[in-house]
T-cell receptor, first 113, second 116 residues
Framework: QKEVEQDPGPLSVPEGAIVSLNCTYS??????FMWYRQYSRKGPELLMY????GNKEDGRFTAQVDKSSKYISLFIRDSQPSDSATYLC?????????????FGTGTRLQVTL | GAVVSQHPSWVICKSGTSVKIECRSL??????MFWYRQFPKKSLMLMAT?????????EQGVEKDKFLINHASLTLSTLTVTSAHPEDSSFYIC????????????FGPGTRLTVT
């Protein structure tokens, strides 16, 4: 079993829809959770960063972490064609300065007109 | 803030030659930098972690003599692919952590390496 599971998609939604992206994980030591957006042939761009459980909102994006269920989500409101990209969840346990990120496989999102 | 650049963005080299990729943090000091490799439609594969002024820590299965990493300053890390082979063709991405703050990583735009 992988440490982080993420549905690869593709997920196709119409413009304006609410998008829900999810990851589950097995390592209870993970405390730091991130969502990255990656356009084709580009480096990942950090969208959201949360520590431990709870919600965080930034514009059209909301990140949720439920540590009891080992489940994290990213919601995108009023989705736009420019949101079409691959979304990667990533997480880290505290292991000092060399803490690595463990990534999901990424979900490919397509927002159609 | 937290901008990371990479150079070159795309390089073609002949088999047997070496190629160097630079990763710079433009507006912050990066005590730790990471090098990843990504195959088409696949997730990121961590190759190595480097801390400024010390030797890089390589992931299992990554040849340290083939992928030389140098983190000479708080804003620059380099990856040199030595004696390149066609199977080294890939998308290489670096990332950096802001010194003394959090665990999020900021990624560069990536370098596409093609070995002919």
């Amino acid at each position: 079993q992988k440490e982080v599971e993420q549905d690869p998609g593709p997920l196709s939604v119409p413009e304006g829809a609410i998008v829900s992206l999810n990851c589950t994980y097995s390592n209870s030591a993970f405390q730091y959770f991130m969502w990255y957006r990656q356009y084709s042939r580009k480096g990942p761009e950090l969208l959201m960063y949360t520590y431990s459980s709870g919600n965080k909102e930034d514009g059209r994006f909301t990140a949720q972490v439920d540590k009891s269920s080992k489940y994290i989500s990213l919601f995108i409101r009023d989705s736009q064609p420019s949101d079409s990209a691959t979304y990667l969840c990533a997480m880290s346990a505290y292991t000092g300065t060399a803490s690595k990120l463990t990534f999901g496989t990424g979900t490919r999102l397509q927002v159609t007109l | 803030g937290a901008v990371v650049s990479q150079h070159p963005s795309w390089v073609i080299c002949k088999s047997g030659t070496s190629v160097k990729i630079e990763c710079r943090s433009l507006d912050f000091q990066a005590t730790t930098m990471f090098w990843y490799r990504q195959f088409p439609k696949k997730s990121l594969m961590l190759m190595a972690t480097s801390n400024e002024g010390s030797k890089a820590t390589y992931e299992q299965g990554v040849e340290k003599d083939k992928f030389l990493i140098n983190h000479a300053s708080l804003t620059l890390s380099t990856l040199t692919v030595t004696s390149a082979h066609p199977e080294d063709s890939s998308f290489y991405i670096c990332s950096a952590r802001v010194g003394g703050r959090g665990y999020e990583q900021y990624f560069g735009p990536g370098t596409r390496l093609t070995v002919t």
